[in-house]
């Protein structure tokens, strides 16, 4: 790394600010995308950054009855785990500034520690409605979590490494992953939207049944963290799934176009499908999603054993 | 030595309005409302009035909502749980009055089971005149109680006494 690449590259990522604004970026990106499909003039752009100051400056209520530290500590741990994972990940075309052998897997729990934490966060509260979305959330957790793995296994077991570097390296210098491996893109661009409880995932937040799911008894400043939390997922793993499936890091400019894409694809899922019962969502994911992404592995096992 | 310390606090305050005049969630109640004025509210939610271009949003939960929308008069059983609902909200915290059962109880002004209009439970920020008002009133509405934030003017916060318990 030159002197120069390493000043970038720390001035961007710890530095964190970059990348919450990047990550509200993105999110007023799929916001704005989902209005114009729905024919709507949609949000300004800087909604997300209005929302979230708002929040921030805004009161917090601790309902009774509530564990403090399990209250105030959850999105604070939320938050963090998703800022480790972008230490890892290929954020905005730039190489990632750490990485060690099996750094894959840790940001992949590094992503789902804020499922987690939301999980919790309902688990803790003393509503019906937060317990009710809780429980949704873990259940989404478990049905999307495997074939997320696996989709994005796909590519580290075609560079043989676990390492993210590695495998956007060996995915720029190769065909597009896309072409080779569409099976695992498709499944790991739904996997996203599970992840992100994005429509038509969005049972565990579902606004119409259950209030506002794990979070109904957050306000203030707790929110914020979580929404923050969020939005840098929502970065995190977008970049992840470019680099491993549209051809690597390559230029920033280029990368920050692939990601933009997978944004709109996202954004006109959203807008086109309706929202999942949960046990539709999990029957989806066992009985397609999982197989599918099981298969594609088999025979990408079978294909290099043949080869080599 | 003050100087700089006021100017900070000065461009906080500014930010602070700034986003919250541009962020302002809603949450809706209907305290004892024919439902004209709620089919009004949902109306204005449709993509034809698309009122997230202004940042406002819809939530479920009072704990996310900046102002509280309500329509119709306050009936006995409704006063419980408006209060409730506007105590739930976290600070700071605004109401809008849809509809003119809410300013004056309108047609439903001295019957039985009415406590009364929504001020006498609640202090109100801004009313929406109409029987139902229409989506651009309520869009109107919203947009001056706005103005009125950015001006840092409010009424003062003062639960009106005197609400008959007695049949
Ligand atoms: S103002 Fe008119 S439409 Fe609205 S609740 Fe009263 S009677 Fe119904």
């Not at chain 1, 074939?147 to 495998?167: E, Q, R, T, Y």
């Not at chain 1, 707790?222 to 690597?248: C, D, P, Q, R, W």
């Not at chain 1, 694809?265 to 019962?277: E, F, G, N």
């Amino acid at each position: 790394m030159t002197p120069l690449a390493a000043l970038l590259s720390i001035m961007f990522f710890p530095a964190g600010i970059t990348l919450i604004l990047s990550g509200m970026l993105y999110e007023w990106a799929d916001r704005k995308l989902v209005a114009r499909f729905q024919n709507r003039i949609g949000p300004r752009w800087f909604q997300p950054l209005a929302d979230t100051i708002k929040l921030l400056t805004k009161e917090e209520i601790k309902p009774q009855g509530l564990k403090s530290l399990l209250f105030y500590g959850l999105p604070i741990v939320a938050l963090t785990g998703a800022l480790t994972a972008a230490l890892y990940a290929p954020i905005l075309g730039f190489s990632p500034i750490y990485s060690f052998p099996g750094d894959l897997i840790v940001t992949l729990y590094m992503l789902s520690l804020m499922t987690m934490c939301i999980g919790l966060a309902g688990w803790n509260g003393s509503s019906r409605f937060s317990l009710i979305g809780a429980t949704r959330s873990f259940t989404q957790l478990f049905a999307y979590e495997a074939p997320f793995l696996l989709a994005l296994l796909g590519p580290a077991m075609a560079a043989n490494s676990w390492v993210i570097k590695d495998v956007s390296a060996y995915a720029e210098g190769h065909y597009w992953m896309i072409l080779t491996q569409p099976v695992g893109f498709v499944i790991a661009l739904i996997g996203l939207m599970g992840k992100l409880e994005l429509p038509p995932f969005d049972a565990p937040e579902a606004e119409t049944e259950i209030v506002a799911g794990a979070l109904t008894e957050y306000s203030g400043r707790g929110l914020a963290l979580f929404h923050i939390g969020k939005s840098v997922e929502l970065v995190v793993a977008v970049s992840l799934v470019t680099a491993f499936y549209l051809g690597g890091i390559g230029n920033p400019l280029l990368f920050l176009i692939k990601t933009l894409v997978i944004v709109l694809l996202m954004a006109l899922l959203q807008a086109m499908l309706t929202r999942l019962r949960i046990d539709q969502t999990v029957g989806l994911w066992w009985r397609y999603g999982a197989l599918l992404a099981l298969l594609q592995i088999l025979i990408l096992i079978l294909l290099k054993g043949w080869l080599a | 030595m003050n100087f700089p310390q006021n100017y900070v606090s000065q461009l906080m305050e500014k930010i602070t309005t700034w986003a919250r005049i541009n962020s302002p969630w809603a949450i809706h109640f209907n305290s004892g409302s024919c439902n004209g004025c709620d089919i009004e509210i949902l109306a204005t939610l449709t993509p034809r009035y698309d009122i997230e271009r202004f940042g406002i949003k819809l939530r479920g939960s009072p704990r996310h909502a900046d102002v509280l929308i309500c329509t119709g008069p306050v009936t006995r059983q409704a006063r419980e749980r408006l209060l409730r609902t506007y105590e739930q909200m976290p600070e700071p915290k605004f109401v809008v009055v849809v509809g003119s059962c809410g300013i004056s109880g309108g047609v439903f002004q001295g019957c039985y089971n009415v406590v009364g209009h929504i001020n006498e439970v609640l202090p109100v920020d801004a009313f929406i005149p109409g029987c139902p008002p229409r989506p651009e009133a309520i869009i109107d509405g919203i947009v001056k109680l706005l103005a009125h934030i950015q001006r840092g003017t409010r009424p003062a916060l003062v639960i009106k006494p005197g609400v008959q318990e007695a049949a």
